[in-house]
C-alpha cells in the first residue's frame, strides 16, 4: 500500500495538470426577425369585406343583390357586385326621369295652360263656354300653392271680374289632347287606382290626384256623421252610408272608395261619438276633378258656372279669346316636390311632358322614345334599362345598377348638377330618407333617392367620402323575403363607410395596380 502512495500521487499530479476541456464561447442572443407591418386595408378592400360578409349572411340566401360604387372623378371602381344584371328600381326609376327632364326641359321650363273664352259677352254674362287646354302642369296643388291648390285659379278669377263677366252660361270643358293614351302609368295594378299613391294622371292634374274627405262623428250613438271634401267639396258625389258608434263599442272601420260606376263615392263604417277621421281617395277622372275645382273656385268668388262640367273638343265655327294663360312655377321648383316625398303622378308628368317637348307628343309610347334615346346618348342601352312609366311604380321596369351610376355621373357633368342634386332627399333631414342615417357621417351629406315596391327596395345617390370626394352609388335588392329595414341596413352601412373613409387611398391602390 505504501508503495503504491508514489504511483497515486502521480497520478493525482497528473490529473492536476491536465489541461482543462475547452469552453465553448457564449452564444450571442439571437436577433429577433423585424416585424412586417401588414398595409391598412384600403377603402375598396373595407368595402368590398364588409358586403361579402353581410351578403353571406343566410337571410339573403333567396335575394338578390346589385351594388355599384365608383370614385367618377378617378374613373376607380371601388365595389360591383351583379352590377351589370337588371333589376327592378321601384322609385329609383325617379332618377331617370328626372334627369331626362333637366335634360329636356331644362330647369327654367314652365307649363303653360290656356283658358280660352268661346261665344260672346252679353252684359255681365258670357252666352258660351270656358275652354282649358291642358298641357300637363304639375303645381295646382296644396304643396305647391301654399296649402291651397285652387290659388292657381287667382289669375281666371281676376280676368273675368276685369271683363265685367259674372256668369258664363256655358260649361267648363277642355280642348286638346296633350296626354293621349290611358291615364294610368303602364302595368300599374288595378286594385291600387283608388289609393293615392296609383292617382291617374292626365294634361290636367289637380292636387296631385288626391281628395280627402273628413268624418265626424255625432254626439250619440246612431247620429248623422258630419262630412267634409277637400279641396273640393261637391265633387266627387258622395253618398254617406256611415254611421256614429258609442265609444267603447266596437263596429265596422270607415271605409271610402269609389262606387261601382267610378265617378262618386261611398262612405260606409263607423265612427266613435264625438272622434274624428281623415280619408284620402285618387280622383279618377283627374280632368274633370280640375274642371270641378275650377267652377268652385269660380263659385266662391261670385261668378256662376251654369252649364255641366264635360269635356268639348269640338270648337271649329265659333270665335274664340284668349282669357288668360295660367303659368306654373319651374322645373328647378317642381323636382324637389317630385323626388324628396317621391311624388308618383309628378314624376308620371315630367315624363310625358318630356316626351311632349321632344316630339310633339304626350302618350306614353313618345315619352318612352325620347326617355330611351336620352339614356343612349348618356350609354345607357335598351339591355340596361327596360323604361316603361315615369314613376317606378310599374312593376315592368328594369334597370343595372351601372346604367342608374351613368346616369348619376352625366348629371354630375351636368350644368344644372346643383338643381338635380339638391332636389333629392338629404339623409337624416328630409324627404323619404329624413329618419335614416342620422348621427353619423352621412347625415347631412347623402343626397339620394330610394325605392321601394314589394321584394323591391333602392337606394341610389351622391356621397362625399372624409377626404372630400364624391362618390356615386346604387345599392338594389329585389326577391328578399325578410323586412324592408333589414335591405335598409345594409344599404345605410355601406352609405356610412363611404362618408367615413377617404377616397383617395383607393385611387391610389388602383393606380399602383395598373
Known sequence: ???????????????????????????????????????????????????????????????????????????????????DRLFMPASNQKLLTGAIAVERLGPDYRWRTPLLLQGRQRGDRWVGTLLVAGGGDPTVSDALQGGDARRAFAPVVAALQARGIARITGDVATVGDAFPGATAGYGWAYDDFDEPYSAAVDELLFNEGVHTVWVWGGRRPGARVHVEQRPTAGYPPLLVRATTRARDAAGAPLQLAHDSTGTGLLLTGTVAAGDSARLTVAYRHPNDAWRAALRETLADAGIAVNGRAVARRDTAGRPIDTLVVLESAPLAQVLPRVQKPSQNQLAELLFRTSGLAASGSGSPDSARAVAQRTLAAWGVTAADAAYRDGSGLSRHDYVTPRAVVKVLDAMRRHAAFDLFRQALPLAGVDGTI??????????????????????????????????????????????FTVPNREVERVQDLLVRLLAELPLADAAAAGARGK
Open 434 to 479: 329624413a329618419n335614416r342615417l342620422k348621427g353619423t357621417a352621412a347625415e347631412g351629406n347623402a343626397q339620394a333617392k330610394t325605392g321601394t315596391l314589394d321584394k323591391a327596395r333602392a337606394l341610389s345617390g351622391y356621397v362625399v367620402a372624409a377626404d372630400g370626394r364624391l362618390a356615386l352609388f346604387s345599392l338594389l335588392a329585389n326577391n
Open 1 to 83: 500500500m505504501v508503495a503504491a502512495l508514489p504511483l497515486l500521487a502521480a497520478g493525482c499530479a497528473r490529473a492536476v495538470r491536465a489541461p482543462a476541456s475547452p469552453v465553448p464561447p457564449a452564444r450571442p442572443e439571437p436577433t429577433p426577425p423585424p416585424i412586417s407591418m401588414a398595409p391598412a386595408p384600403t377603402t375598396r378592400q373595407r368595402l368590398q369585406g364588409v358586403l361579402d360578409s353581410v351578403l353571406a349572411a343566410p337571410m339573403w340566401r333567396n335575394a338578390r343583390w346589385g351594388v355599384l360604387i365608383v370614385d367618377p372623378v378617378a374613373g376607380d371602381t371601388l365595389v360591383s357586385h351583379d352590377a
